[in-house]
């Protein structure tokens, strides 16, 4: 599992969807939470984490927000130079071929179908931090 000092990123257009995962969170120890409610808004939080040398530990990000989806988030963060390797959780209520082929294209970490219990999020976040863990 991830510390509980990691710094996350939750993005979901839908507050309540933010507010449950936070809650899971907090309830989990985790308190360097930060909300976005689409990429558009998030992209520019996760760059200045990275210019402020305080990068997120971990996004959560929803697939289907309007402006930018998750998968356009996913994409810029995996073409970053920097830090470009975050590892990024995509929630969705959609479980058809082609966005699991193309988020596994990009590097997605895990998935997580909506909807969702604490015991799915803990699993995948154990999962994730077990991988980057053993890469390293």
Do not use: C
Not at 59 to 83: C, E, Q, T, W
Request: avoid cysteine.
């Amino acid at each position: 599992m991830f510390p509980n000092e990691s710094k996350i990123l939750i993005v979901d257009d839908q507050k309540v969807i933010r507010t449950l995962v936070r809650k899971h969170l907090n309830d989990l120890g985790f308190t360097n939470i930060v909300e976005a409610d689409d990429g558009a808004t998030a992209w520019p939080l996760y760059v200045q984490a990275l210019a402020e040398r305080k990068p997120f530990n971990l996004v959560i990000s929803d697939m289907n927000m309007p402006l930018m989806n998750g998968m356009s988030f996913l994409i810029k963060v995996r073409s970053y130079h920097a830090n470009k390797d975050t590892p990024f959780i995509l929630l969705t209520a959609e479980n058809d071929k082609d966005t699991v082929v193309k988020s596994m294209q990009w590097k997605v970490n895990a998935f997580i179908v909506k909807p969702f219990t604490r015991e799915l999020l803990v699993s995948k976040m154990t999962e994730v931090h077990q991988v980057i863990s053993a890469a390293a």
